[in-house]
Nanobody, 124 residues
Framework: QVQLVESGGGLVQAGGSLRLSCAAS????????MGWFRQAPGKEREFVAA????????YYTDSVKGRFTISRDNVKNTVYLQMNSLKAEDTAVYYC?????????????????WGQGTQVTVSS
């Protein structure tokens, strides 16, 4: 069982930055690949970024490449999402997920655990 708690969301102007954190409970954090997803009102949850168990591999959706960076600290049981050059279209609730396996990292259905989400609002 893994419990995930996101933090770091807020209101920021376009062009600004935020760093999201996702703290995980339990002693098996390093066994889980992690991902960040977001969901805007009226839209489906969409993939943002993912990272492998020890951070060797990272993946991003095209719209955030070069602006967002995913990282993890397996000692602190935390995964991060550094978001720079934010745009109004980045506004959404951001969720972190944990998955135990190597299946498609971009599909929400492949994740075993989810946090409660943190709101990110970018004003234009």
């Amino acid at each position: 069982q893994v419990q995930l708690v996101e933090s770091g969301g807020g209101l920021v102007q376009a062009g600004g930055s935020l760093r999201l954190s996702c703290a995980a409970s339990g002693r098996t954090f390093s066994r889980y690949a992690m991902g960040w997803f977001r969901q805007a009102p009226g839209k489906e949850r969409e993939f943002v970024a993912a990272i492998s168990t020890y951070g060797a591999s990272t993946y991003y959706t095209d719209s955030v490449k070069g602006r967002f960076t995913i990282s993890r600290d397996n000692v602190k049981n935390t995964v991060y999402l550094q978001m720079n050059s934010l745009k109004a279209e980045d506004t959404a609730v951001y969720y972190c997920g944990a998955r135990f396996g190597t299946s498609d990292y971009a599909l929400p259905s492949t994740y075993d655990y989810w946090g409660q989400g943190t709101q990110v609002t970018v004003s234009s």
